[in-house]
């Protein structure tokens, strides 16, 4: 067996790679449900009713897709650059942290302005704690995955640290919480009773945003010349350790962001367990949308979808939720091999 | 044995006659690429104690070729004969086993292993390994003064030279008992002087009895060393012939496909000096000096080549004047000012014109498409960009533009850069820098695997620029391209420069002899 590369790259293979991958690990984890003794058919038609069968469902799966949009983007944005930004777990803490810092009152601030501040607040945030990753990579070639993976349980022990002290909500009971954001500082729900809130907006405002900045500008089109090649954007004057830099402002931002939308969108205060693991998921959901921003929305509602409803499946017909976890990481497999497929032909001979 | 032919059927009286067959036999060889038929039908034999040349462009399918022999490809029809017994298809080792030795043209050597252990690399069982290194070591002495290819085998590979570490391949397959050696373009990193040892070498080991297939575009050479020529164009067998019944004119016209011509080279009176190095050396932390006090100059509506054997100083160089790399000591100046920063954009803004020796690495990019590629080296100009903002208009005009003046073909839209052939993508290159309209030009290896009407397009538009007022500094491994081209050629050795004269005044030998670092009276 050998494999070739195309000598054309077609759209419609690029567009029916994911959907083949999704396939083919839904076939897989068929298989797991069988061996916990539930019907194929039942479970995952449980899954699908689960996550989008009504309005309910449905604005649960929405509301986890948002902060997964914003994870998705920080990973897609930056992964375009070949930087590896695998600590958006952190700095979705670090967003969240200074939320709490600025709007839970102890700073008086107050009124229209306060949701502005939040968000500039928790993008800064977000990009200064991948600052140090991205200066030592740029200028000392320390490898950012080994640097910003770490970070993410130095962020996590800090949180632990300082909702365990200084920012224990007093009127918390004692459970380890972050006082609650004053209430002009929360994203409005978008329906009457249901908990999809406009955090979601603004994460779709933000991909086309993206979207288009990664076309239409010079900085977009320098982010993709680095990510390609290093020599030839040096070669050609691009400053390469600068535009590094950009981008990794840019992704920690957009996972700060994540922060911002889950504490005054959804919870309403910092937790320790504000996150499930957002900013890991963010990586699958980038490369599952082949690190499109728009693909990014998409892929970031079947990950909810399979997380939401596999919540369902498992209270209907007793299959640990855990299968989530399984068909997410298999659909990623899955999506690296249909990848190769869009790139190469397979031969057998 | 394999020696006597099987005979007909037995109505008829048997006789034996003794036949010797062919050393290789190629019987219509077919390989296929998706749409691409790479071999076509190719039947070629070589016969006991001559030397087989196998001419033809880059993509003619003389790799392929190559490695359907070496049982890395296998062949969708036909079949090989070795010593007129069948060779087994898709397997390396069995090619090995009969006879078959390569010398690639990029060396395949461990340059931190010694030259007995590059040589031995894979012979011997490892638990026996010490016990045989002194037969072995014996063994690559006594090799090597029969064929005049003597060497020290305790040498580390990084401490020998090109010639000498070709040696070393030629070795490494003698070792292993081949009786047919395929050389793959093996003057490209020669001197004259080195390659004339070589032919020597192959004539020695002819007498012994090898074949030898010699894979080349150098016509010249081509006649010199061969008994008979195969010319390959476009995945088919054009023409085979004695070298006798051939010409240098006529192989060039099978290779090619149609007559052709070079671009002749004008006398222009130079003008006012672009750019001048004085001095300027380069040290790297483990290779020491390598540009050692280099000085030169280029004036306007001249072509300046820089002759040298690969790895003497000719990248650092070629790096100091693209902005990539700062010198230690020493000054350049650019149209009469003395360069502070060095750094791509500053030459670019400068008026630089820069053909990158590596287009695919440093030239493209790749995976993206011809369209963002164009830009480059111009986004951030007010025609591209305003406020921070591409304008996608003039982008799309600007490639179209280098497309439709070079010739750029088989381009779509959306398809990255990577999938274009070398001179296409050489066309690109040259045309995002011609269009600019630069007032010095660096090129470096501009022709390097190009096939000759994608050169010749190549030298063409230089000697254009040249004649527009452009100073143009050519570095070029080719001896062949520096005469026709240059009007002044400079030799580099071991980081220092050496003016070599004009073109016209100049001889290959001379070249040759400076290059290998050796003075030369005038003559």
Redesign the interface.
């Known amino acids: 067996m050998r494999l070739e590369p195309r000598t054309e790259v077609s759209l419609s293979r690029f567009i029916f790679a994911p959907i083949v991958a999704v396939i083919t690990s839904l076939l897989l984890c068929s298989g797991l449900i069988i061996w916990s003794g539930a019907s194929v058919l039942e479970a995952y038609w449980m899954m699908l009713t689960g996550s989008i069968g009504s309005a309910f469902a449905l604005a649960e799966t929405l509301s986890r897709a948002t902060p997964l949009i914003f994870t998705g983007l920080a990973a897609a944005v930056a992964f375009r650059a070949r930087f590896w930004n695998i600590g958006a777990e952190g700095q979705l803490y670090a967003g969240a942290l200074m939320v709490t810092f600025l709007g839970t009152g102890d700073m008086n601030i107050h009124g229209i302005l306060l949701p502005t501040i939040l968000f500039i607040g928790s993008f800064t945030a977000g990009s200064l704690w991948l600052f140090v990753p991205s200066l030592i990579k740029v200028k000392f070639q320390v490898d950012e995955v080994v640097t910003t993976l770490l970070l993410n349980f130095v962020m996590l022990l800090l949180v632990s640290l300082l909702l365990e002290g200084p920012l224990k909500d007093p009127m918390g009971l004692g459970w380890p919480q972050g006082a609650p954001v004053l209430e002009s500082a929360e994203l409005p729900r978008l329906f009457q009773g249901l908990r999809v809130h406009a955090g979601l907006i603004i994460a779709i405002i933000l991909a086309i945003v993206i979207w288009q900045f990664q076309i239409r500008t010079t900085l977009g089109y320098e982010m993709k010349a680095v990510g390609f090649s290093r020599d030839a954007s040096q070669f050609a004057g691009m400053r390469v350790g600068k535009i590094l830099l950009i981008t990794a402002f840019v992704s920690g931002g957009l996972a700060g962001l994540a922060g911002y939308s889950e504490v005054t969108g959804l919870k309403g205060n910092l937790t320790l367990d504000l996150s499930p693991g957002f900013g890991y998921t963010g990586i699958v959901v980038a490369m599952l949308a082949q690190l499109h921003p728009l693909g990014v929305v998409g892929s970031a509602f079947f990950v909810a979808c399979i997380f939401v409803g596999a919540d369902a499946m498992s209270r209907s017909v007793g299959v640990p939720n855990y299968i989530a976890d399984v068909v997410v990481a298999s659909s990623l497999l899955c999506m690296l091999v249909s990848m190769l497929q869009v790139k190469y032909r397979i031969r057998w001979k | 044995m394999g020696f006597w032919d099987a005979g007909t059927p037995c109505s008829l009286p048997k006789i034996y006659i003794p036949v010797v067959p062919e050393a290789l036999s190629l019987k219509n060889i077919n390989k296929h690429?998706?749409?691409l038929h790479a071999n076509q039908n190719i039947s070629l034999t070589l016969n006991r104690g001559e030397v087989l040349a196998l001419l033809g462009e880059n993509g003619a399918g003389k790799t392929t070729l190559m490695n359907i022999l070496f049982g890395h490809y296998?062949a969708d029809s036909g079949e090989i004969l070795v010593n007129g017994k069948f060779l087994p298809k898709g397997s390396p080792k069995a090619s090995i086993d009969a006879g078959l030795g390569m010398v690639h043209q990029h060396f395949t050597l461990a340059d931190n292993l010694s030259v007995l252990d590059n040589i031995i690399l894979g012979t011997q069982p490892i638990w026996n390994f010490r016990l045989q290194r002194k037969e072995a070591a014996d063994k690559i002495m006594d090799l090597g003064s029969r064929f005049g290819l003597e060497i020290d085998p305790n040498f580390r590979v990084a401490e020998i030279s090109m010639g000498e570490r070709q040696r070393v391949e030629i070795l490494k397959a003698l070792y292993r008992n081949a009786k047919i050696l395929i050389l793959d373009e093996p003057t490209a990193v020669l001197t004259p002087q080195e390659s004339r040892t070589l032919f020597k070498t192959l004539r020695q080991l002819l007498n012994d009895g090898l074949s030898i297939i010699f894979i080349s575009h150098k016509l010249a050479e081509v006649l010199e060393v061969s008994d008979r020529i195969a010319v390959l164009r476009d995945g088919k067998l054009v023409l085979e012939e004695n070298v006798s019944e051939t010409s240098e004119k006529m192989l060039a016209k099978a290779m090619v496909g149609r007559s052709f011509k070079m671009p002749i080279r004008k006398d222009l009176p130079a003008g006012e000096s672009l750019l001048a190095l004085e001095n300027v050396s380069v040290l790297s932390p483990d290779r020491g000096r390598v540009l050692d006090r280099a000085s030169l100059s280029v004036n306007s509506r001249e072509v300046v080549g820089l002759a040298g054997i690969s790895g003497n100083g000719q990248r650092i160089l070629a790096d100091v004047i693209?902005?990539?790399q700062s010198p230690n000591s020493g000054t350049v100046f650019l149209y009469g000012k003395k360069i502070k920063r060095f750094?791509?954009?500053e030459?670019?803004v400068k008026k630089v014109g820069?053909i990158?020796e590596d287009r695919q690495?440093?030239?493209?990019?790749?995976?993206?498409n011809l369209e963002?590629n164009a830009i480059?080296?111009v986004?951030?100009n007010k025609d591209y960009?305003k406020l921070?903002?591409?304008n996608?208009k003039t982008r799309n005009n600007f490639a179209k533009k280098i497309a439709h003046e070079f010739d750029i073909r088989g381009v779509?839209k959306?398809?990255?850069v990577r999938?274009l052939s070398g001179g296409n993508m050489q066309k690109l290159i040259l045309g995002r820098v011609l269009l600019q309209e630069p007032k010095l030009i660096l090129a470096h290896q501009p022709a390097r695997g190009l096939d000759i009407g994608a050169a010749s397009f190549v030298y063409e538009r230089l000697l254009d620029a040249k004649m527009q007022g452009c100073g143009i500094l050519l570095i070029s491994e080719d001896l062949e391209e520096l005469l026709m081209i240059s009007d002044r050629i400079l030799v580099i050795h071991r980081g220092k420069i050496i003016e070599a004269g004009k073109a016209d005044e100049l001889s290959m030998t001379n070249l040759g002899l400076l290059m290998a670092g050796r003075q030369v009276n005038a003559s």
């Open positions: 690429f998706g749409n296998v693209n902005g990539m750094n791509p954009r030459m670019l820069r990158p690495g440093f030239g493209v990019v790749g995976d993206m963002e480059t080296e986004y951030k960009s921070g903002f591409l996608l779509k959306n398809s990255p999938l």
